[in-house]
Antibody
Framework: QVQLQESGPGLVKPSETLSLTCAVS?????????WGWIRQPPGKGLEWIGN???????YYNPSLMSRVTISVDTSKNQFSLRLSSVTAADTAVYYC????????????WGRGTLVTVSS | QSALTQPASVSGSPGQSITISCTGT?????????VSWYQHHPGKAPKLMIY???KGPSGISNRFSGSKSGNTASLTISGLQAEDEADYYC??????????FGGGTKLTVL
């Protein structure tokens, strides 16, 4: 059974860089699939951030592209998110998920981690 | 990219059927059969309920079904149960090689 677990600081200061990691268990990232990040600001809907393949190929949300970097570490079986120059608008629950093979759905998801941007 | 449009809330009584709509454009919902639906209980991981418009993942009750007509996709839940009360989100692949989600629909089981 594939499981994903997000981790990282719960509080980030404005203008700094948000960094999160998603640890994958029950499946080897290097075996395939795309892996992604999605977020949900308080009281709002879901927003796709981007996907990465084990080879490093990426797709990003154009609205975040200038600030986002998603990377993969196959040796640790995890992938990471970096979001630079954060503001209060980046406060959200951040989820990691596996993208469906040959399709564009996400399954499974991690339980999410709340990141608050505040000084 | 604009979010897909979903009703903010729907409700139904146990045993009834409800339908949640998800309206996009010819650049997303109308362009591909890559519409998926997620059930989200607050504090838990979102759960895939339908993918590729109408396919049900293994382990998901067949009370959940999906369809699409033009730029609008729909999720129907039949035989409503108390445990179905949750937030539901649709998503679609887009012509820009991105993913867009709906704003979410809160389902209340009366």
């Amino acid at each position: 059974q594939v499981q994903l677990q997000e981790s990282g600081p719960g509080l980030v200061k404005p203008s700094e860089t948000l960094s999160l990691t998603c640890a994958v268990s029950g499946y080897s990232i290097s075996s395939g699939y795309y892996w992604g990040w999605i977020r949900q600001p308080p009281g709002k809907g879901l927003e796709w951030i981007g996907n990465i393949y084990h080879s490093g190929s990426t797709y990003y949300n154009p609205s975040l592209m200038s600030r986002v970097t998603i990377s993969v570490d196959t040796s640790k079986n995890q992938f990471s998110l970096r979001l630079s120059s954060v503001t209060a608008a980046d406060t959200a629950v951040y989820y990691c998920a596996r993208r469906g093979l040959g399709s564009w759905y996400f399954d499974p998801w991690g339980r999410g981690t709340l990141v608050t941007v505040s000084s | 990219q604009s979010a897909l449009t979903q009703p903010a809330s729907v409700s139904g009584s146990p045993g009834q059927s409800i339908t949640i709509s998800c309206t996009g454009t010819s650049s997303d919902v109308g362009a591909y059969n890559y519409v998926s639906w997620y059930q989200h209980h607050p504090g838990k991981a979102p759960k895939l309920m339908i993918y590729d418009v109408s396919k049900g993942p293994s382990g998901i009750s067949n009370r959940f079904s999906g369809s699409k007509s033009g730029n609008t996709a729909s999720l129907t839940i039949s035989g409503l149960q108390a445990e179905d009360e949750a937030d539901y989100y649709c998503s679609s692949y887009t012509r820009s090689s991105t993913v867009v989600f709906g704003g979410g629909t809160k389902l209340t089981v009366l």
